[in-house]
């Protein structure tokens, strides 16, 4: 059943003297209790599609057409006060830096409490009850007493555990996890991707995790979404990507990888083409070893290669 | 509160209040090292053209005969018993004087600070958070011109067009037109007392008396307020746990809450300063206005080669300062745990 | 990052007159300011009536076309009298925040530098002055000493020594932990040296930025010791003391004799107000 649909999503970044094409038409389906990752390069976009749907966009980017279909309602459309009642209760987004992410004047207990009394209730007892609840699902040790507990007190992993416990608070039907492990050590980064799955096991939550780094993707997720300058080359299982991937860029990608996993270096040629000049092609092209005459002339399409398996490549469209 | 805080807490006040009574001791000796010095305190108490009799005499009234190390003490005995001196020109004890001029400082002061905390505020939240608007630029330019301008000068050119021009301010003698007889006297406050005796008039006027004064005083301090407010919401603002705070969902009210209490103790130590300064540096304002306070007491004082009432109100000056700053600091780590480890 | 000193002079002139027609408030700042200064050099030399020469015929008159600002209680005549204050103000003004900032700038220096106990007691004696009010001071030391030029000086430098040495002291402490500074110590130079060659000349850019506001300080302070009559005596002109001259009289509408002096001040002041503001948000981004 799927949960939010973005249905063609263009988004510009308008700047003193020109737009930067962010997104170039996103299509993404999310169906519920899907663990999706997307994946690609800083710049590709994946940040800005997933705060397209909160709408907590900078206030220089535009949205230049696409629908955002979540409840039948077009997210895009709703005013900021709308959109105020949805975040945190129906859909969460966490980001990267947990420590910064609190606020350092108030015990934890009380900013998880805020998201309680703010979506479910004014009963501070309940809140209070619930508060302690949620940071026993997230392996807080002590939760009773941590509640007192002020952010600065607090190690990297612990405060990352109190964001998840914030966005867990209401049981959200869609949680993001923009680049949650970057920046952390190794050992904790697999503390963290087990701990956010083992809460949401039993739940319906649809889980998105972004990361440029596939291996956590890989470990964590059953689908991925490969983007590549504001596009989204290809979708399909994980181990579709890993053992049958199609588009070209994505292919460098896991072989990449696999090379980290085997301790030899590969890379892709070439970088990524620039933001603020329209591409008419596959902006793939100026990297791709396949390249053909269509792919400079003209966008591929995404189309269906099989059953839960996606690509936008003109050498597979026929 | 759990035992290891607690221990925090106790260490980080008694290291404050310790400092706070070195500070307060240097201050009294260096103002008894500053008596010693003015002229001869003799000439000054009993003028220099007396019989060496009578000289005499005094000196030894005043117990300049003695050892410094011994006026020392006298001094310090004195002091904690509250002798302040005696004023040449009222004849009263200082202490009685300071007493009966320090509720019209405090009051002018008082209904300053708390318009000018509640205006900073506001006018600095408003215009950190929208910055392009008319009222964040205007509120930036007028700041600059509040503390260009010179209070005394302002004062002079408001009485000028609103009481010489216009006659809607009383005449700038005082706290109270001089035909209404105020006779309660519970706080020394005119607002206070003049509403708890019933007596509409006396408040009405009172309230008169005081517009212009604070109106220059709210002018003059306001964009120190305003410029720390504006300042530090708008780092505020960029921080990640306000970003996060959005993403969660939570209102615009709980945002701001969240803010005002991550600016609250910078904010709180600069308001009790600036009310420190009301109290003891709004000389030229009760001169313009023939403001019965401490610092028209002191100019009077001086004027009159009197150096008790001057050295006491100094005096009372530093502790205030001092006192205000303890205060705010304490309040500060109530409010920022962070605040007291340094 | 590490400028020599004539290359930041420069920089200083170019950012001027780069920014001239951009930034409208600041240009208009800036000439005023060398208006005045120059008014106020040449002032013995202008065509204009002798500031102290008394009219007693033409007391308390209204601006005219023979006197421009009009005259006060003795018949001098305000025009002049309010420019060739400028010389005394200015003059005070930046002797005494140059010593001031000097000595402060140097024990800013050693504090940082050398941290420790000397650096807690100089951070309490300036949190000492700090908050004790100038104007008290002010009437402290017209109790020792007298009024006059001395008095107003010692105020003011002793007032600005506690803002130079925090600032320093700061800037002293973020620069220490440069490579740069770090090398030279390495590599033996004498502590003096370091201080003196190395790290002031380059906290000397921040401090070039609070230049300008504490001159407007200062001559708010010795405009308001004039005005309580604690600063310069008259008959010496002093926008502070000819502000006094004028307040009996401003009940009875003559606003002219505390008018003119005081706007000539508030300009003066907010003119270099806005120059410090604007170099030291420059110096922040050129960092």
Redesign the interface.
């Known amino acids: 059943m799927a949960l939010l649909k973005i249905e063609d999503l263009k988004l510009d970044i308008e700047n003193s003297n020109q737009n930067i094409h962010i997104l170039h038409g996103i299509n993404l389906v999310i169906n519920e209790r899907d663990r999706l990752g997307l994946v690609g390069e800083s710049g590709s976009g994946k940040t800005m599609t997933m705060r397209t749907i909160?709408q907590?966009l900078p206030k220089k980017a535009k949205i230049m057409s696409g629908k955002v279909i979540y409840q039948n309602q077009n997210l895009l459309e709703k005013t900021e006060k709308e959109?105020?009642?949805?975040?945190?209760?129906e859909i969460?987004?966490?980001?990267q830096?947990a420590t910064?992410?609190?606020?350092?004047?108030?015990p934890i207990g009380k900013q998880i409490s805020?998201?309680y009394l703010?979506?479910k209730g004014r009963d501070k007892r309940k809140a209070l009850e619930e508060t302690v609840d949620i940071l026993r699902r997230v392996s807080f040790p002590k939760p009773s007493e941590s509640v007192?507990a002020?952010p600065?007190e607090l190690s990297g992993g612990m405060s990352q555990r109190v964001?998840i416990a914030?966005?867990l608070m209401c049981s959200p039907k869609l949680l993001i996890a923009d680049e949650p492990t970057t920046g952390l050590d190794v050992t904790i980064q697999n503390q963290v991707i087990d701990l956010i799955l083992d809460v949401i096991k039993e739940t319906d939550v649809a889980f998105v995790l972004i990361s440029h780094d596939i291996g956590i993707v890989t470990k964590a997720c059953s689908k991925i979404a490969v983007m590549y300058a504001g596009h989204i080359v290809e979708i399909g299982t994980t181990r579709i990507i890993l053992e049958k991937a199609l588009h070209p860029y994505t292919k460098g990608l896991v072989r990449c990888y696999k090379t980290i996993l085997g301790k030899r270096m590969a890379y892709i040629r070439g970088s990524t083409p620039e933001l603020t000049k329209t591409i008419s092609g596959c902006p793939f092209e100026s990297r791709c070893d396949v390249a053909m005459d269509i792919c400079k002339r003209q966008k591929p399409k995404s189309i269906q290669f099989e059953k839960e398996h996606w690509v936008a490549c003109h050498k597979w469209s026929n | 509160m759990n035992k290891n805080s607690f221990r925090n807490w106790f260490r980080f006040l008694s290291r404050r209040i310790i400092l706070l009574l070195i500070v307060l001791i240097l201050i009294t000796s260096i103002a008894f090292f500053v008596t010693r010095f003015i002229g001869s305190p003799v000439y000054l108490m009993v003028g220099s053209q007396r019989s060496e009799e009578i000289i005499e005499a005094a000196r030894q009234e005043l117990n300049l005969d003695k050892p410094l190390s011994v006026q020392y003490f006298i001094y310090i005995n004195d002091l904690l018993h509250g002798d302040l001196g005696i004023s040449r020109f009222t004849y009263n004890p200082v202490i009685d004087d300071l007493k009966r001029k320090l509720p019209a400082t405090l009051e002018l002061a008082t209904v300053s600070i708390i318009l000018i905390s509640i205006l900073g505020i506001i006018l600095g939240f408003t215009a950190a958070v929208k910055r392009e608007s008319f009222l964040g630029k205007f509120a930036n330019w007028i700041s600059s011109i509040g503390v260009s301008v010179a209070p005394f000068w302002l004062a002079l050119m408001l009485i000028f067009l609103f009481y010489f021009i216009f006659r809607i301010v009383p005449a700038p003698i005082g706290r109270i037109d001089s035909n209404i007889n105020l006779t309660a006297h519970y706080s020394g406050f005119y607002l206070i007392d003049s509403l708890l005796a019933g007596n509409i008039d006396a408040f009405i006027s009172s309230v008169y008396h005081l517009i212009l004064p604070v109106f220059v005083l709210v002018f003059t301090t306001t964009p120190y307020i305003f410029k720390l407010v504006y300042s530090d919401v708008v780092e505020v603002l960029r921080s990640n746990y306000i970003q996060n705070a959005r993403a969660f969902g939570l209102k615009k009210i709980t945002i701001y809450r969240y803010i005002l209490k991550n600016i609250a103790p910078s904010l709180l130590t600069l308001i009790a300063l600036n009310f420190a300064v009301l109290i003891s540096a709004d000389i030229v304002i009760e001169k313009v206005f023939s403001w019965p306070g401490l610092g028209l007491y002191a100019l009077n004082a001086m004027n009159n080669s009197d150096y008790c009432p001057v050295i006491s109100i100094a005096l009372l000056a530093a502790i205030v300062y001092n006192l205000l700053y303890f205060l705010a600091d304490t309040f500060s780590i109530i409010i920022d745990p962070r605040w007291g480890l340094e | 990052m590490y400028y020599s000193l004539k290359k930041r002079g420069n920089n200083v002139l170019r950012f001027v007159l780069i920014n001239y027609k951009s930034h409208l408030k600041l240009s208009f700042a800036v000439t005023f300011l060398v208006l005045i200064s120059i008014l106020a050099i040449i002032a013995p030399f202008l065509p204009i009536n002798e500031p102290t020469k008394t009219d007693m015929f033409n007391t308390n008159a209204p601006p005219s076309h023979e006197h421009w600002f009009g005259t006060d209680e003795n018949g001098m005549d305000i025009f002049s009298r309010t420019i060739n204050a400028a010389r005394y103000d200015l003059i005070i003004a930046i002797t005494a925040v140059l010593i001031g900032s000097t000595i402060g700038i140097i024990l800013g220096a050693i504090a940082g530098y050398v941290g420790g106990l000397f650096e807690n007691i100089i951070e309490r004696f300036a949190e000492m002055i700090q908050g004790f009010p100038y104007i008290l001071f002010g009437m402290l030391i017209y109790m020792m000493i007298g009024g006059g030029i001395a008095a107003l000086i010692i105020v003011i430098m002793v007032y600005n020594l506690p803002f130079y040495a925090k600032l320093v002291r700061s800037e002293i402490k973020s620069l220490k932990n440069i490579p740069f500074v770090q090398a030279a110590i390495c590599a033996g130079t004498k502590p003096y040296m370091i201080v003196f060659k190395h790290l002031i000349p380059n906290a000397l850019p921040t401090i070039f930025g609070q230049f300008p506001l504490s001159a407007a300080s200062a001559i708010r302070f010795v405009a308001a010791l004039s005005f309580l009559g604690l600063g310069i005596p008259p008959p010496t002109p002093e926008w502070g003391s000819m502000i006094q001259l004028g307040a009996n009289s401003i009940i009875f509408g003559k606003w002219w004799i505390s008018g003119f002096p005081g706007l000539t001040l508030f300009f003066v002041v907010w003119a270099l107000n806005s120059l410090g503001v604007s170099l030291q948000a420059y110096i922040k981004k050129e960092n």
């Open positions: 909160v907590l959109m105020e009642n949805i975040r945190g209760r969460s987004i966490i980001f830096d910064s992410a609190l606020n350092p004047v108030y805020d998201i703010r979506h007192k002020f600065h964001i914030m966005a």
